[in-house]
């Protein structure tokens, strides 16, 4: 694949880490690797975003690019119109996406919450965005109690849009699972109609990027370049 869209079944669930890992991992294999964040929210002029933890973590021979940054921890439409400033539109995320896929190998599009947050008045998405480049989706959800019906949904989204799943990730396996999260693991591949590709441990994104690169393998499965089974 060239474009791979990464969206998550909620907010603050560890697709930056994903990115992060998948990234490291294409570079391992020797391929160039962009990373596009379409909207940044909640951080201002300056200061470090998710595309620089990216960078951080996989490597800063890494392409980064921010299309738009709001300064309000808000959905990206929400944040442009109260700060003033024009929203991203999905034919923008397609274009930029376009541009660089023509120079790397390939191009990680990290989006905002979950796939159908809106990005402009018009509604527009994530996923729109994924149906205008023909790109698979990496679906990002937590382990615990309630996941299996955010991943159904997200699920039930793509395939109501021609949208392919790429299988999921688990963006952050507790040290000590719980119950739930444990009966998840089997579950969560039922719940998405799609593969468990990957369980990213808790607390990967403080490591400094050497360990992150060396342990990233362990993370993820074949289907992402890495080494991971159930």
């Given at each position: 694949?060239?474009?791979?869209?990464?969206?998550?079944?909620?907010?603050?669930?560890?697709?930056t880490?994903?990115?992060?890992?998948?990234?490291?991992?294409?570079?391992?294999?020797?391929?160039?690797?962009?990373?596009?964040?379409?909207?940044?929210?909640?951080?201002?002029?300056?200061?470090?975003?998710?595309?620089?933890?990216?960078?951080?973590?996989?490597?800063?021979?890494?392409?980064?690019?921010?299309?738009?940054?709001?300064?309000?921890?808000?959905?990206?439409?929400?944040?442009?119109?109260?700060?003033?400033?024009?929203?991203?539109?999905?034919?923008?995320?397609?274009?930029?996406?376009?541009?660089?896929?023509?120079?790397?190998?390939?191009?990680?599009?990290?989006?905002?919450?979950?796939?159908?947050?809106?990005?402009?008045?018009?509604?527009?998405?994530?996923?729109?965005?994924?149906?205008?480049?023909g790109?698979?989706?990496?679906?990002?959800a937590p382990?615990?109690?309630?996941?299996?019906?955010?991943?159904?949904?997200?699920?039930?989204?793509?395939?109501?849009?021609?949208?392919?799943?790429?299988?999921?990730?688990?963006?952050?396996?507790?040290?000590?699972?719980?119950?739930?999260?444990?009966?998840?693991?089997?579950?969560?591949?039922?719940?998405?109609?799609?593969?468990?590709?990957?369980?990213?441990p808790?607390?990967?994104?403080?490591?400094?990027?050497?360990?992150?690169?060396?342990?990233?393998?362990?993370?993820?499965?074949?289907?992402?370049?890495?080494?991971?089974?159930?």
């Amino acid at each position: 694949m060239t474009v791979l869209i990464v969206s998550g079944t909620g907010t603050e669930i560890g697709k930056t880490v994903v990115t992060a890992a998948v990234a490291a991992l294409a570079r391992a294999a020797g391929r160039s690797v962009a990373v596009l964040k379409p909207a940044q929210t909640g951080v201002a002029p300056g200061e470090d975003g998710d595309v620089a933890e990216v960078r951080r973590l996989a490597g800063d021979d890494i392409t980064g690019t921010e299309l738009a940054r709001f300064p309000e921890p808000l959905a990206p439409d929400t944040a442009a119109r109260r700060a003033g400033l024009t929203p991203v539109r999905p034919a923008d995320v397609a274009e930029a996406a376009e541009k660089l896929a023509a120079e790397h190998d390939l191009v990680l599009v990290e989006g905002a919450g979950g796939l159908l947050v809106r990005y402009d008045d018009e509604g527009g998405t994530l996923a729109d965005a994924a149906r205008l480049l023909g790109a698979p989706v990496l679906v990002v959800a937590p382990a615990g109690l309630g996941t299996l019906n955010m991943t159904a949904l997200t699920a039930e989204a793509l395939e109501a849009r021609g949208l392919a799943c790429a299988g999921v990730v688990v963006g952050s396996w507790p040290a000590e699972p719980d119950l739930a999260s444990r009966c998840n693991l089997a579950d969560l591949p039922k719940a998405a109609g799609s593969p468990l590709v990957g369980l990213v441990p808790e607390g990967a994104g403080r490591l400094s990027g050497p360990d992150f690169r060396a342990a990233a393998p362990s993370w993820l499965g074949p289907e992402l370049g890495g080494d991971w089974s159930l």
